[in-house]
């Protein structure tokens, strides 16, 4: 049975013995002469008496991610998972065989801690053909295991424990685990549907004097939101007024729709020596698998993000980082067709969740699109979700898990409609389902 296990046991070396759980730990040390020394120890922290939950307090309420739940129960049910937003279809051929080159060509060691030296470059480049921004690519950039790893490597880098983070909910989910983990304290403000606009008393009254930073994302997840140069304006003067850095999660940065323009903050006015930019690979060329994101901003934010950095993953994507830098160099049409695309896939999936007889928030960029479940009758999204598989065979998201404010977001649900066509087709065939039951059908 399982147990403690015995090393160098007395009876003889090469042996190993299995004891009851809790045996008390014995040893003696080579150095008293004696000719091997004896351990006993139990098998892991749970085992051990009065131990109590091995997990740190500052992580107790962050288990097993919404993502992993809904998708496990798609894949149980047979239902279609609008729920996890990454794509069906592979990014750029040139990319693929560009990785697949730095395979065949050795590139599959630990690359430089800081990134190859032709991504770093294509970073800087791809700033200054799209932004104008002029950035070092030594000095100013760091390669990172995908955008999640950036914000993890600034957060931990820049906050000490009792400093304020700032941002918007709903938000990413691993915002509010990264800010938990530096011991730091999150500081929201509510973004409502259905237009999403910022509250400007809600953003003034989350800024205090232990406001360290505050933590955008625009374009927008999970509302699809492109926030818009009064809001990012109004952002900016509270950053100066409190002295504060400005962290910005722009990885939709070309995901956007009907017209709209995304505004880096470290091109306004001023913004440049305070902001510090990430983004990855992975939205923009279909590729979320090979985590290959980065930031920049000032060499000494930098410097200090990539100081915690090298102890979490060291360094990530060796091949696929010559690749990634291929990529960013591509034309503009490839740019502009992967935003063509999913702009006809979220008219889609928005027409079908409106016909279904919910009321939809348009977005104007990323993955993503809000629907609220309570023209059906729903009341609490998180229950609603996890029944859609028998309602209608479609998995989609409840947007509470992303807030601190569950009222604001009780009956809104995420859906992603970066899917192949043939998929969301047959989506919204099912979600037709919904708009099908009689009204005096309760919903959960």
């Given at each position: 049975?399982?147990?403690?296990?015995?090393?160098?046991?007395?009876?003889?070396?090469?042996?190993?013995?299995?004891?009851?759980?809790?045996?008390?730990?014995?040893?003696?040390?080579?150095?008293?002469?004696?000719?091997?020394?004896?351990?006993?120890?139990?098998?892991?922290?749970?085992?051990?008496?009065?131990?109590?939950?091995?997990?740190?307090?500052?992580?107790?309420?962050?288990?097993?991610?919404?993502?992993?739940?809904?998708?496990?129960?798609?894949?149980?049910?047979?239902?279609?998972?609008?729920?996890?937003?990454?794509?069906?279809?592979?990014?750029?051929?040139?990319?693929?065989?560009?990785?697949?080159?730095?395979?065949?060509?050795?590139?599959?060691?630990?690359?430089?801690?800081?990134?190859?030296?032709?991504?770093?470059?294509?970073?800087?480049?791809?700033?200054?053909?799209?932004?104008?921004?002029?950035?070092?690519?030594?000095?100013?950039?760091?390669?990172?295991?995908?955008?999640?790893?950036?914000?993890?490597?600034?957060?931990?880098?820049?906050?000490?424990?009792?400093?304020?983070?700032?941002?918007?909910?709903?938000?990413?989910?691993?915002?509010?685990?990264?800010?938990?983990?530096?011991?730091?304290?999150?500081?929201?403000?509510?973004?409502?549907?259905?237009?999403?606009?910022?509250?400007?008393?809600?953003?003034?009254?989350?800024?205090?004097?232990?406001?360290?930073?505050?933590?955008?994302?625009?374009?927008?997840?999970?509302?699809?939101?492109?926030?818009?140069?009064?809001?990012?304006?109004?952002?900016?003067?509270?950053?100066?007024?409190?002295?504060?850095?400005?962290?910005?999660?722009?990885?939709?940065?070309?995901?956007?729709?009907?017209?709209?323009v995304h505004l880096p903050v470290a091109t306004l006015?001023?913004?440049?020596?305070?902001?510090?930019?990430?983004?990855?690979?992975?939205?923009?060329?279909?590729?979320?698998?090979?985590?290959?994101?980065?930031?920049?901003?000032?060499?000494?934010?930098?410097?200090?993000?990539?100081?915690?950095?090298?102890?979490?993953?060291?360094?990530?994507?060796?091949?696929?980082?010559?690749?990634?830098?291929?990529?960013?160099?591509?034309?503009?049409?490839?740019?502009?067709?992967?935003?063509?695309?999913?702009?006809?896939?979220?008219?889609?999936?928005?027409?079908?969740?409106?016909?279904?007889?919910?009321?939809?928030?348009?977005?104007?960029?990323?993955?993503?699109?809000?629907?609220?479940?309570?023209?059906?009758?729903?009341?609490?999204?998180?229950?609603?979700?996890?029944?859609?598989?028998?309602?209608?065979?479609?998995?989609?998201?409840?947007?509470?898990?992303?807030?601190?404010?569950?009222?604001?977001?009780?009956?809104?649900?995420?859906?992603?409609?970066?899917?192949?066509?043939?998929?969301?087709n047959e989506a919204v065939a099912r979600l037709a389902?919904?708009?099908?039951?009689?009204?005096?059908?309760?919903?959960?």
């Amino acid at each position: 049975m399982p147990g403690v296990c015995e090393r160098t046991p007395p009876e003889e070396l090469g042996t190993v013995v299995v004891l009851p759980r809790h045996t008390t730990v014995s040893r003696r040390a080579n150095s008293t002469g004696l000719p091997r020394a004896n351990l006993w120890c139990a098998h892991g922290t749970a085992s051990l008496p009065d131990m109590g939950n091995p997990l740190v307090t500052r992580m107790h309420g962050f288990g097993t991610t919404i993502f992993a739940e809904m998708s496990e129960l798609a894949s149980s049910t047979g239902a279609i998972n609008l729920g996890q937003g990454f794509p069906d279809t592979d990014g750029p051929r040139v990319m693929l065989d560009a990785a697949i080159d730095a395979i065949s060509s050795g590139r599959n060691q630990y690359p430089p801690g800081a990134g190859v030296p032709e991504l770093r470059t294509a970073i800087a480049e791809h700033q200054r053909r799209f932004y104008g921004l002029s950035v070092d690519p030594d000095r100013e950039v760091l390669v990172t295991a995908g955008a999640t790893e950036a914000i993890a490597a600034v957060i931990l880098g820049l906050c000490e424990p009792g400093d304020e983070v700032v941002t918007f909910e709903p938000y990413y989910d691993s915002y509010a685990a990264t800010i938990a983990l530096a011991g730091a304290v999150r500081r929201t403000s509510v973004l409502r549907f259905p237009d999403f606009a910022v509250d400007e008393a809600s953003l003034r009254a989350a800024f205090s004097a232990r406001t360290r930073l505050i933590l955008l994302n625009t374009p927008h997840n999970p509302t699809g939101k492109v926030f818009s140069r009064a809001e990012l304006d109004l952002i900016c003067s509270l950053a100066r007024e409190h002295d504060t850095w400005v962290v910005t999660d722009e990885v939709y940065e070309h995901l956007v729709f009907d017209g709209s323009v995304h505004l880096p903050v470290a091109t306004l006015p001023g913004m440049a020596d305070r902001t510090i930019t990430i983004s990855s690979a992975g939205k923009t060329f279909s590729a979320t698998g090979w985590k290959v994101g980065w930031l920049h901003g000032p060499a000494d934010a930098v410097a200090a993000a990539r100081t915690v950095k090298q102890f979490l993953t060291y360094v990530a994507s060796g091949p696929f980082q010559p690749a990634v830098a291929l990529a960013l160099g591509l034309g503009d049409e490839v740019y502009q067709g992967v935003a063509s695309s999913l702009q006809a896939k979220r008219d889609r999936l928005c027409d079908g969740l409106s016909a279904a007889g919910l009321e939809v928030a348009r977005p104007t960029a990323t993955y993503f699109v809000i629907a609220d479940a309570a023209p059906l009758g729903v009341s609490d999204a998180l229950d609603f979700c996890r029944q859609m598989p028998r309602l209608c065979g479609v998995v989609g998201v409840p947007v509470s898990v992303f807030c601190d404010d569950k009222e604001a977001a009780r009956t809104l649900v995420r859906f992603a409609f970066c899917k192949r066509d043939e998929v969301l087709n047959e989506a919204v065939a099912r979600l037709a389902a919904l708009a099908a039951r009689p009204a005096s059908a309760p919903h959960p």
